[in-house]
């Protein structure tokens, strides 16, 4: 059996225990030498006597199924999966699965942390002294103020309950969630011009789809409260960055804190490098818990796939 591995956490990681089961049964592993999401033009010649993949956010195309006969499974290493035709694995025979919930903790933990960070500025006083500056940035406190959060699954919940725990006010916009349902977390439910209108910080977890791309729309952040906080820990494509950028030079946002890009990497992005945007590789995820708990996961969908089973967490 032969399993391609593509996510750079796990690529550069093989000997973790999660990956254990794969070893016991004498897999051959095949890791993404690239060191970032693959295209598919580098997944057709990978797949090649490929029985499955635990996938980061590689772009999984019609042509790349029609080139993987072997091909049984995509076991995404994570939640969105708005990178994978599914139309094209379903006419494939392949089978799709995710891993909800596994890295719901660490990325709500990067979300509040870019919080802290974007209304301190923490990164950039950081630097300033480090070149021996001094400097007097004056940042804002986050207690007592509203957050607006878009999509209360795992990730979303938990950046709900940690903002809370620092005394922020929580409004919360997820249609597949009732009003009461969202007082049980706490939450105030919104809707969605509510949430632009009156966030003080607004933090996205939503996936991307035809529906939500640029949801966060140069209307929509001009709704915005001045001095009003964004962070996207999610897709790239939910924030129009040209709108965004925009509203940062007019001095309407306080900041930005970006995790995710509508290119990645980044190499043209207006946000990456101004003065009032904090930006991390994508890397919500990427904490030790995580990596093992969202690797056991995406095995035991891979390997029960192969076994002839129905896995856990399908999405096709």
């Given at each position: 059996m032969k399993i391609l591995i593509t996510p750079t956490s796990l690529s550069q990681n093989l000997g973790i225990a999660a990956l254990d089961p794969l070893r016991e049964r004498g897999?051959?592993?095949?890791t993404n030498p690239y060191g970032r999401p693959m295209s598919p033009d580098e997944l057709i010649p990978a797949l090649r006597d490929v029985d499955g993949v635990i996938a980061g956010l590689d772009t999984f195309s019609a042509e790349v199924f029609a080139a993987a006969p072997q091909l049984a499974v995509v076991a995404r290493y994570g939640v969105g999966y708005d990178?994978?035709?599914?139309q094209a694995a379903r006419s494939a025979g392949v089978r799709v699965t995710n891993t909800p919930g596994a890295n719901g903790h660490s990325v709500a933990e990067l979300a509040v942390g870019l919080m802290f960070a974007v209304a301190r500025q923490i990164p950039q006083t950081s630097t300033a002294v480090a070149a021996g500056e001094w400097p007097r940035f004056q940042g804002i406190e986050l207690a007592g103020r509203r957050l607006g959060v878009?999509?209360?699954g795992a990730i979303g919940a938990a950046?709900?309950?940690?903002?809370?725990?620092i005394g922020m006010e929580v409004l919360g916009f997820d249609p597949g969630l009732s009003a009461e349902q969202m007082g049980q977390l706490g939450v105030t439910a919104a809707e969605l011009e509510e949430i632009f209108a009156h966030s003080d910080v607004l933090s996205l977890h939503i996936p991307l789809n035809e529906h939500t791309r640029h949801i966060v729309s140069a209307e929509r952040i001009n709704a915005m409260p001045q001095g009003a906080i964004i962070i996207n820990t999610a897709r790239g494509g939910l924030i129009d960055e040209q709108a965004a950028a925009q509203a940062l030079?007019?001095?309407h946002l306080h900041g930005i804190g970006l995790d995710a890009y509508e290119t990645e990497p980044p190499t043209d992005?207006?946000?990456v490098g101004h003065p009032r945007v904090v930006a991390t590789p994508h890397s919500g995820a990427h904490s030790e818990e995580s990596v093992q708990r969202t690797a056991a996961a995406?095995?035991?969908?891979l390997l029960t796939v192969l076994d002839g089973g129905q896995p856990l967490n399908p999405v096709d």
């Open positions: 897999v051959e592993l095949v990178r994978i035709d599914l878009l999509g209360l950046t709900a309950r940690m903002a809370q725990g030079d007019a001095g992005s207006l946000l995406a095995v035991k969908n």
